[in-house]
Every structure is written in structure tokens, then in C-alpha cells.
């Protein structure tokens, strides 16, 4: 039996005047997605338990069959793992983003999109003038970095209860009121307002105030994690993955749960990302492993962005490159299953990730149809097959 999990990060919205009322799934012209639904099944999952924040770190852990609220233990920590750091007992992951604050507003959170030697020159300043034996800088892509600390033996100065705020919740408003709270916190405002005079005269910053583009005012720290402790997946669900993504938190899950990462060229986690080239590689990996999971950055990306336009461009380019090329190699393998759904809602309206529960549709060998004949957000609203627990639907895909 081959299965094929594809996650549009994001994608499940609320009706959009702009579309008639219609939300971005129903706009979009997805034949391939439309064909699984009418194959099979259409329900809806919450991956994002009230307990934690509504993020795609809580939401992919769910989707992928472990309970958050059993396993997660801070974003920054699945992505240490994507980078190959390891963490011990009393070592903590920090989510270290590069930002652009004006007048104590969040302008964005991405720092213009910063490129990655960019930001890594920047790290590198701050890891000399910051760093030490406890604090390290890691350079990530772009804007998503981390700082890891080691606790070397003693408990580290931070708790499950160190919070901090993500930057991409703060879009547009003042950042004083959110910056890290709970134990060790000091330290974070510590090393997050020391890089503010570190930046203001970064010849990185110059050069890019000199070609109009904005400039990493600061780090922002959030996101902490200390090591997770997942069982492997083909431990708990009999079946060797492997991942199709562009961001770290997924490469970090992946070797969190024993599956391997594939890299594809032109992957960029960004609307301009290479949806065709995901699909090939996708198709070629059902002939080494059981399940192979398409995870896509760009619904998500454009929600930030609150350009409807883009969020209903890329579900249409993963519906023709991904969707399509994949349920054809699956019908050519014999047995198998699809399941095509997001992690959570990232509304256009408020341009940030929201609780609640997602639209997802299943289909392939055993799937007894219902009456669903179309993939989307009212479609899913009317069924009866519905998960609470989003972890369980794993379960239910590769059949229990
Ligand atoms: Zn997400």
C-alpha cells in the first residue's frame, strides 16, 4: 500500500467578499483535489489544540500523528533538528528571527525577506559580540534563525512557561508588550535589545537601506524548545516516510519521526517556490517509501501576505503539479491512499494563523465515498467525519 499526504500550509479561509463568498479553496479551480473528494471522502481535523499558539510547529505534529499536547515541546526544537543540532537534557532551542521594527511597531517580521548570506554576515556579528560557551547564533534561510543554549550540566534558566511572542502575530502593531515573559526572560530582552545597536550601523544594512530595501533592525526571540522525544513513525504507525518540504520545522519533524528529508531544487517555501519539480520528486519517492507528505509553504505565505490573488494561484499549482501527478502514481502502484489537507486556518483577513478545525478529503483503496463531490472549506463544514483530536486522522488514513 503507497500513501501520499499533501499539506497546503494555510490554505483554509473564511469567504472572501473579493470571490464572491466564496473561500479561496472553493475559488480555486482544483480538478485534481475536486477528483479525491468525489473518489472518496470530505471531513475536517483540528490539529490546533487550545493549550498552544495556532502554529504550523503544533499543527504538522498533529497532522503527522503524535498529540501536541503529549509531545510538543517548543518550535525551536524541530528546527534544531532540521539543522542536525543536537540538543541535550538541559540544552534549549531559541527561535532567533531577523526583524524590521520602526517606531516600536513589527514592520515585518522577514526583514524584507533577507536573503540568507545576508542574514548569516549579521549572526555572525552577533555571535562575536553575544555569543559564548552558553549562547550559540545559528544562521538558518532567510529570516529564520536560532540561538541554541546550553545548559552544560545545569538547569537551564528557562521553563515550558518562557513565552514568546511570534513575529508574524505582530504584523503592523507595537511590539513592547510582547516581548519574552516567564523565567529567563531577561536574558532574551537582554540580547534582543543589545542587537539593536549592533544593527543600526551593520554594513548589511546599510547596503540594503542604499538599495531600498528594508533592514534587520533586531533579532526577535521566540518559539523556545527544549530536545522532543518522538517515537519513530514506522514505529508507531508501520510505515518508512519520507518529506518533500522547504522549511526546517518540517525537515526537523521528519528527523524527529525517522523519515528522511528530500531535497528538491527550486523549493523555496515562498509563492515563487517550484511546484512542478516537488511533484517529480514526489512521484519518484513512492517507489522507495510506504507514505510520502508534500508539504507547501506557499498558501500560507500569501495568507500572510493577505494577497488573495496568490493564496488561490498556488492551490491551483498544487492541484495541477502535485495533486494530479501523485493520485496518477498512486492509481498506477494498486493499493493506495491520498489525503490533501492543511495544518490550520491562516485567514486572509487577519493575515495570521487561527485555531480551528481544517477541510481535509481522503480517498484511494477501502475509502467507502460519501456524498462529497468537491474539496473545500463548506464542503467540510457539512460532513460528519470529523476529528477533534487531529493527531487521531493519521490513524484513520493508514487505516487502523
Ligand atoms: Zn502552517
Known sequence: MKYALI???????????????????????????????????????????????????????????????QQF?????????????????NDWAIRCNLVTVEDGIMKDFTAGHISSPEAAAL?????????????????????RNLLIYRGEGQPAPFSPDTRGTPPHDLTDK??????????????LYRLMSETVELFAEHPVNAARRAAGKLPATNVW??????????????????????????VDLLRGLARLIGWRSIEVPGATGYIDTDYAAKGRYAVAALDE????????????????????????????????????????ALNKHGQYRILISPDHPTPLRTKTHA???VPFAMAGSNVTPDAAKSYDDPTANR????FPEGWRLMGHFVGD
Open 355 to 357: 485555531h480551528g478545525y
Open 289 to 328: 517509501v510506504d507514505m510520502v507528505c508534500v508539504h507547501v509553504e506557499a498558501t500560507d505565505e500569501a495568507s500572510h501576505e493577505g494577497r488573495v490573488d496568490e493564496k488561490v494561484k498556488a492551490l491551483e499549482e498544487i492541484d495541477r503539479h502535485i495533486v494530479a501527478p501523485l493520485h496518477d
Open 221 to 246: 526571540l521566540w518559539g523556545l524548545g527544549s530536545a522532543p522525544q518522538l517515537r519513530p513513525f514506522a514505529e508507531v504507525y508501520g510505515k518508512r516516510g519520507a518529506m518533500i518540504c522547504a
Open 7 to 69: 499539506i497546503p500550509d494555510g490554505c483554509a479561509d473564511e469567504p472572501q467578499e473579493s470571490l464572491g463568498g466564496k473561500t479561496p479553496l472553493q475559488a480555486a479551480n482544483v480538478p485534481a483535489m475536486d477528483a479525491v473528494a468525489a473518489a472518496g471522502t470530505v471531513g475536517r481535523a483540528n490539529h490546533t489544540p487550545a493549550a498552544f499558539p495556532p502554529g504550523s510547529d503544533v499543527a504538522n505534529l498533529s497532522l503527522l500523528g503524535y498529540d501536541p499536547i
Open 174 to 187: 507595537p511590539v513592547l508588550d510582547d516581548y519574552p515573559r516567564g523565567p529567563g526572560c531577561d536574558l
Open 73 to 89: 515541546t517548543g518550535r525551536a526544537a524541530l528546527e534544531a533538528a532540521a539543522q542536525g543540532i543536537e540538543l541535550g537534557p
Open 123 to 143: 549572526l555572525k556579528s552577533v555571535q562575536e559580540k553575544l555569543g559564548s560557551e552558553r549562547l550559540e547564533f545559528h544562521a538558518g534561510i532567510s529570516y
Open 383 to 386: 460532513s460528519t467525519l470529523v
